[in-house]
């Protein structure tokens, strides 16, 4: 078995405020253990559930430089730094049993949830696909789908747990925290946080084939939603790109990976 893990941060326990995800901060470098720590947790729970799996985790999120190496699960195979192929979910091109999200967030919008946004909270508003909201929960469990990979598990606030439920019925949830606004939250004790994580992966595990996550056979619609105008011009560069109307973009694209890159540049252009 193959297990691919993506590692978000503001999902994690313990973590209610931007300093608590920004390099360079006290709070950061604490909290960074702490989702190395989420990050083993996940790991555990693959190899109890097969023994032998290859399990890979890929960074995702802002620098893709978060997590401790030396702290990490040697059994773990750690894909680190940016540009990746695949972005949050580098190596899913290479296949994979399931697909597992730690320390994911609410897509931008989200009522009260921590930290909500979507892929750059600076620069994007909202995504759609074919007229359907995706936040980076849905993007990536659409495009592992995509991959013939399903993702099985979130862990992360509560929102998060209700977007899984929308986004990819059947995906197991593990929530370390309920969300109290933007900026707080009620949280699990760390260890609690893991422990709970170890020992739901597994069952996640068993019940892939039940999960159904969007797919999109042939063209997508993409339209993203930008925050300035200035935003939407750099975008314009893109060939292909056209404003649909204020701040909207819309690309028609080939199909969902194609879409899903695309949403990527649209977030790394306006935070330019």
């Known amino acids: 078995m193959r297990v691919l893990v993506s590692v978000d941060m503001e999902g994690a326990a313990g973590v209610v405020d931007g300093e608590d995800v920004s390099p360079g901060t006290v709070e950061y470098e604490r909290n960074r253990r702490l989702l190395t720590e989420e990050t083993n947790a996940a790991v555990r729970g693959v190899h109890a559930f097969d023994p032998g799996a290859q ?7 802002g620098p893709f430089r978060n997590l401790v190496p030396e702290l990490l699960d040697r059994r773990a195979e750690l894909l680190r730094g940016k540009p990746k192929p695949d ?3 580098a190596g899913i091109s290479d296949g994979a049993d399931a697909a ?3 320390g994911y967030h609410g897509k931008a919008g989200t009522a009260r949830s921590v930290l909500a946004h979507t892929i750059n909270g600076g620069v994007i508003a909202d995504v759609r696909c074919d007229g359907r ?3 980076e929960l849905g993007l990536n469990a659409t495009f592992a789908a995509h991959a013939g990979v399903p993702p099985v598990l979130v862990a992360g606030d509560d929102t998060v747990a209700a977007e899984a439920a929308d986004v990819a019925p059947g995906m197991h949830a593990v929530v370390v925290k309920r969300a109290l606004g933007g900026r707080a939250a009620a949280l699990l004790h760390p260890e ?3 422990e709970r994580i170890e020992r ?10 039940s999960v159904r996550a969007p797919r999109f056979d042939g063209p997508v619609l ?8 200035f935003m939407a011009e750099c975008a314009l560069l893109v060939p292909g790109v056209e404003l649909a109307g204020g701040c909207t973009l819309r690309y028609a694209a080939a199909d969902f990976p194609a879409a899903y890159r695309v949403t990527q540049l649209v977030a790394m252009l306006g935070g330019i």
């Open 200 to 209: 739901e992966v597994p069952r996640a595990l068993a019940d892939r084939e």
């Open 133 to 135: 909201s995706f936040g």
């Open 100 to 102: 597992l999200f730690i």
């Open 87 to 89: 972005g949050m979910l």
């Open 55 to 61: 399990v890979l985790v890929t960074e995702a999120h």
């Open 192 to 194: 609690e946080a893991r």
């Open 222 to 229: 993409l339209e993203v939603d930008v925050l300035k105008p």
